[in-house]
């Protein structure tokens, strides 16, 4: 069966540089969830849509950026790295209702040098 | 975390034996989740109890629900090594946006 698709699976940057990670959820699948994991710590959520509108927003600093497309992928696209950002970053997704398991993917990590 | 506490953070035990490990949150809650994370890779969903359950099994796995207490265990039977893994309670909250809040973890070693 079809997972959630994430790339690239390591990216390494400069500080100050950009980044755009990209998800692409399981199909048919309406809801993306974008979670951050810095080492040791538990997942963070950080922004989600549903049927490309944003529905959630967390702990997601004004560096960041997401969006959702029409053909349901999503990106996360990070300005002004900074040391603080290297981190693993999820992607899941779901059929949206009530008692759905997210689907997560293998994630990106990011280092920020 | 932005949830709450894992209890231990990191067991040991032999494989055979059983392992228990506790979630607690802090909100109110539409369901609890339970994942596995094998290191650096992806969250694998593991079994999911609602807002009104108190018990659930899945194979080996047993999961609690004191919504009174605001807390919850996963009891892991008859470990293998293969079970080895971090694993994180999640909550979804009562708003429909299936937003998960995830615990920090506890990290399981099975000894072979």
């Known amino acids: 069966a079809a997972g959630v698709i994430q790339s690239p699976r390591h990216l390494i940057k400069e500080k100050r540089e950009t980044a755009t990670l990209k998800c692409y959820p399981i199909p048919r699948h309406d809801t993306v969830y974008w979670y951050q994991q810095g080492p040791g710590q538990d997942p963070q959520f950080l922004i989600s849509f549903y049927e490309k509108m944003q529905s959630d927003k967390g702990s997601i600093p004004d560096r960041f950026s997401a969006q959702q497309f029409s053909d349901y992928h999503s990106e996360l696209n990070m300005s002004s790295l900074e040391l603080g950002d290297s981190a693993l970053y999820f992607c899941a997704s779901c059929l949206r209702g009530n008692n759905s398991p997210l689907h997560f993917g293998n994630g990106t990590r990011l280092t920020v040098t | 975390s932005q949830q709450g506490e894992e209890d231990p953070q990191a067991l040991s035990i032999q494989e055979g034996e059983n392992a228990t490990m506790n979630c607690s949150y802090k909100t109110s809650i539409n369901n609890l989740q339970w994942y596995r994370q094998n290191s650096g890779r992806g969250l694998v969903h593991l079994i999911l109890?609602?807002?009104?359950?108190r018990e659930k099994h899945s194979g080996r796995l047993r999961v609690t629900l004191d919504t009174s207490k605001k807390s919850s265990s996963l009891l892991i039977t008859a470990s293998r090594a293969a079970d080895t893994a971090s694993y994180f309670c999640?909550?979804?909250?009562?708003?429909?946006?299936?937003?998960?809040?995830f615990g920090q973890g506890t990290t399981l070693q099975v000894k072979p």
């Open positions: 109890i609602r807002s009104n359950e």
């Open positions: 999640a909550t979804a909250g009562s708003g429909n946006t299936g937003k998960l809040i």
